[in-house]
């Protein structure tokens, strides 16, 4: 026999330098590194498997030349960062990337500037310009916007009211063939190998994305592009050298080297992030909507047939493809769309349309999940960076970890293939009526937000789970919890909803190229994320703070304190309900100096050395949950023995070797037990009313402890080295115990506020008489269970006599609990109906510390309830300790005639007598008494007040402890169906402790 698997296997830097202002939020993941480290980032994103030969990875290395996995040469510097570059071996399309690059290779230039001499070469060859006077360099269609924007559609504005179109400007030389119609905006191009217009047009704005535009403002004085993010900064451009990839930890200008490293990004209203955008052109800034010029030849000039060029399609741009129009949604008089325009309006119209409808059920998901949970115990347990039993972010030292989005969501929250967007957690609170978490002030700049931005600035991607009743999510999550993916949180910014201020999240996954199981296999991708220019990004002329274009609906200032905040153009605040998503900063690609996993989503099994090392396998961990491999579950760890895949029909299990943890090993090196009376080390809690009796007796120190009100004690026998060693004593048991299964699990809870099952923290089984109370355990008859449990019954039957000769009747139950390194049993008591009034324990193994409180009605004299308006004075005799305890003793004699005399007047005093003597129902009573459990101690507690006023929480000290506690079960007490099918027999040991030699 072997418990617990022995000899087999039971089952097959620094602090923050930047300021956080209150009133401004973040700005995103700007890592705008100089060109060299710029190529390092290209080169990180692409796999690892198909970078070029040759390439070092080591750091010291500044450059390098080979050839790709097409051949094609390059000299492409390696980044310094390089050396983290993951592997990206199941990215099946990099092809695109590696085009880019082999293209640049080519060049044999560094990209940025590439991209100037092609701007240069445009310039020049743009010839002849289109005549100054028109004003109009390109078609554009022209929607009066009627009285109800909604009402008409740009369909009615009839054709021949189109502006005459301006003659096509002659071609530039070399420019490739115009596309006929503007690309129609799915991405379906990159799969199908065809090199089409969009592809084309992907290769170009993937280098934007990837590639800050070079301009004036945007560069250092070593003429490395630096990006600004933090909007509050933006008056303050950097004149300082940009820093090393690998120092940079802030955005903006603010950024810092590691020395001075801000722990905390700079606050600033939008987050313009790594997703750098054009130069905002004195042209581009009079027009409505600022489009970055994106007809510009490729960096690499043009080639035959892969550019696009928007100027010279045709396009119905009357009609959005689901035939609304952007003036529907725009608060304008007068609007003017151009082309390019109408297609972004497209595009933002197609990715609304792939999102969940709301009515209807949603399609299945593409593939099944990786990791998912059937409840949040499970979930919490067994993710290491997940382990919010509330809310839905959790973050962990100043840092997120990871988020679950469920029901709780916003309705401009989006959830797509590679980007997901989110308000942040917090602020709402409950509606009395519906009961529904509601928006009822300005959202505030929480914790959670300054961790979140702390990622953003070390580059700390952040795990996505998924609800089951999430309504943004394209399919149905199979299970109630789903793990989606490493994503990179890449923009925080403010906007406004229902009148309200909130705070908002874009995230983006790390590896977009990545299976994503919860797009179903039919959903349209309208675009691929870095298949469109940049967003866009312009300052405020109220309060000059730049911001992004987040909503196609037009720019607004982001800033939350400007008089322009959340405003259109116009002066109006946009319709909610017509708000799109600016497609540009949906789809931007932020590039990260690495794309690679901190650990995998799934976490591996665990395993201990294969060294008899003690305790290994008695660790924390080691009761935490497991993901299957096989089906991807997570479980808790139920067993004693072992983990168990719960999942229908799996049948997954695994258990570790355990080495026996002698009782010589408890030995305490402070404290060492000799065969004279143990040294005592309980302690009476400040202001407590208990008082200590002491007693010496068959070698144990006895600690009586009365509560003055309270008929009854608590004694505390400490054992000697003579009683742990004694044969079949508790050495003997503790060991008896770790080589038997006693089948010892974690007993499920009653249903409570989690999802899904909850289990008790520590493992639990019962002998005897049944124990059908709360997380009541399965029972075995005596003859059953190992020696150290019989033994007990023996042993505290003794014990019990000993302390309280009055004791009624012998013990006829031994529940026995198990503890793994820092599991606990919370405060509870032990006054079920029908049990008592004595209640022993024998601890075996480590210390624990017992600690006794009142509990919380007597001690505040308040009725819980759920709403404070109901709650009532508790009407019982005041215990010394309690709360205003003279003022209610005062009352008292008069409260309980009262009572009898006049009822009705008696239930409208205890209504009042709250706030009459000013009782609070926060907080708890302070631990009247805290012991120190040592190996082989008994507790005794006799009395039923004591199970009545107070209760009682045990924290074990070490890796394994048992407490086996015997009770006596009226079996008269237990329903019918619950009593046991075998006989409870009276306990024939005749354990007597008083045979021992006497204590020295
Ligand atoms: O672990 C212990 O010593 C306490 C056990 C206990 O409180 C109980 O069984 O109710």
Sequence with gaps: MSHLGVGKRPYSDEPVTAEVSPETLIVSATFLPSPESQRGDQYLDAPESKRHKGESNNPATPSSSGTDIYGNLLDVPSSPLSSVASDLSDWPEAIEEQRVRSLVAKTRKPLASIRVTARQAQKQTRLPQTPKPTKVQQPRKVVKAPQNPISVKASSTPRSTKPPRTPKPPKAPRTPKSAKQLPTPISGTRHSGRVSAIAASSAITNLYARYPVEDNHASSPSGAPVAYTAEANFAERPTTPPLQDSQVLGVGNRRASLKEAPMRPPVSPITPAATQHPTVSDEASRSRFVIPD??????????????????????????????????????????????????????????????????????????????????????????????????????????????????????????????????????????????????????????????????????????????????????????????????????????????????????????????????????????????????????????????????????????????????????????????????????????????????????????????????????????????????????????????????????????????????????????????????????????????????FAHNYRINYFDIPGIDGFIAHLIANKTINEEPNGPNDMFEDLQLNDIKLRRSPLPKGQLKGPSLTNHFVVNYG????????????????????????????????????????????????????????????????????????????????????????????????????????????????????????????????????????????????????????????????????????????????????????????MGKLRFALTCRYIDPESLKPADRPAYAVLPDDGVYDGSLLPQAD
């Design 294 to 695: 994106f007809n510009l030849p490729p960096p690499w000039g043009p080639t035959t047939d892969q550019t696009p060029n928007a100027v010279e399609t045709q396009v119905d741009s009357s009609e959005l493809t689901d035939g609304s129009s952007p003036q529907s949604l725009v608060h304008s008089e007068d609007f003017v769309a151009t082309e390019k325009e109408l297609y972004l309006w497209d595009i933002a119209k197609q990715i609304s349309n792939t999102r969940p409808s709301g009515s209807g059920p949603k399609s299945a998901p593409s593939n099944p999940p990786q990791v998912w949970a059937d409840g949040r115990q499970a979930l919490c347990e067994t993710l290491p960076y997940y382990r919010a039993y509330q809310g839905g972010g959790y973050c962990t030292d100043g840092l997120a970890r990871a988020f679950m989005f469920d029901s709780n969501s916003h309705p401009r929250d989006y959830m797509g293939k590679n980007v997901v967007i989110s308000r942040a957690g917090g602020g709402k609170s409950k509606d009395e009526t519906s009961g529904q978490m509601v928006v009822k002030s300005d959202q505030k700049e929480t914790s959670q937000v300054l961790d979140v931005l702390n990622n953003i600035a070390q580059r700390n991607p952040v795990v996505i789970i998924v609800g089951e009743n999430n309504p943004t999510c394209p399919s149905q999550p199979p299970h109630a919890y789903c793990v989606m993916d490493w994503f990179k949180p890449t923009h925080v910014w403010w906007e406004k909803t229902q009148g309200y201020k909130m705070i908002r999240y874009r995230f983006e996954k790390l590896r977009p190229y990545k299976n994503c199981w919860w797009v179903p296999s039919n959903w349209p991708e309208p675009i691929g994320l870095g298949d469109l220019e940049p967003p866009v990004a312009k300052p405020c002329n109220a309060c000059s703070h730049e911001s992004l274009q987040v909503y196609i609906n037009g720019w607004m200032c982001l800033h939350p304190t400007c008089l322009k905040f959340w405003k259109l153009a116009d002066g109006s605040e946009p319709r909610e309900d017509g708000l799109l998503y600016d497609p540009r900063f949906l789809t931007a690609h932020t590039p990260w100096p690495h794309c690679s996993e901190p650990s995998p989503i799934r976490p591996e099994l665990l395993t201990v050395s294969a060294l008899p090392i003690q305790g290994q396998n008695l660790s924390l961990e080691a009761w935490k949950g497991f993901a299957c491999p096989k089906c991807g579950r997570c479980n808790s760890r139920e067993a004693w023995e072992g983990w168990e895949c719960a999942a229908n029909g799996c049948g997954f299990s695994y258990g570790l070797e355990h080495t026996l943890v002698p009782a010589t090993s408890l030995r305490d090196p402070y404290f060492p037990l000799g065969t004279g009376y143990a040294f005592s080390r309980d302690l009476i809690g400040k202001g407590s009313p208990v008082k200590l009796r002491v007693e």
């Design 769 to 956: 008489m049944p124990y059908k109370f709360v997380a009541g355990p399965q029972s075995h008859p005596f003859e059953t269970a190992t020696r150290a449990i019989k033994t007990t019954r023996s042993r505290l039957n003794w014990a019990g006599r000993l302390v309280a000769p009055d004791m009624p009747n012998e013990f006829n139950e031994v529940l026995a609990l198990g503890y793994f390194e820092e599991q606990t049993i919370n405060y509870h008591d032990d006054g079920e109906f029908g049990l008592g009034p004595t209640i022993a324990t024998l601890s075996l193994g480590c210390t624990a510390k017992m600690k006794i409180r009142m509990k919380a009605n007597p001690y505040h004299g308040i009725t819980k309830t759920k709403k404070t308006e109901d709650s009532s004075y508790f009407a019982t005799t005041p215990l010394p300790g309690c709360q205003k305890y003279e003022a209610r003793k005062a009352i008292h004699d008069t409260l309980t005639a009262l009572k009898i005399t006049d009822p009705a007047a008696y239930k409208a005093r205890l209504k009042k007598l709250p706030k009459e003597l000013g009782l609070t129902s926060t907080g708890h009573a302070r631990d009247a008494l805290e012991m120190k459990l040592g190996h082989g101690d008994i507790v005794i507690m006799h009395g039923t007040g004591i199970q009545e006023y107070y209760e009682h929480r045990v924290e074990p």
